[in-house]
């Protein structure tokens, strides 16, 4: 039983961080932040250290 548990823990974890991505992949932020055509931070100062 406390396996079940775990793993519903562990499966509702993993599918939050998939519907982030996929969120902010359609809003057209990119997880990279090195210069990507598409990077909101590609220009800033300090980006890319």
């Given at each position: 039983m406390a396996d079940l548990v775990i793993l519903v823990g562990v499966a509702g974890a993993v599918a939050?961080?998939?519907?982030?991505?996929?969120?902010?992949?359609?809003?057209?932020?990119?997880?990279?932040?090195?210069?990507?055509?598409?990077?909101?931070?590609?220009g800033k100062k300090g980006h890319c250290r």
């Open positions: 939050a961080i998939v519907w982030k991505k996929v969120k902010d992949m359609k809003a057209g932020k990119s997880g990279c932040g090195c210069g990507c055509l598409g990077c909101p931070g590609r």
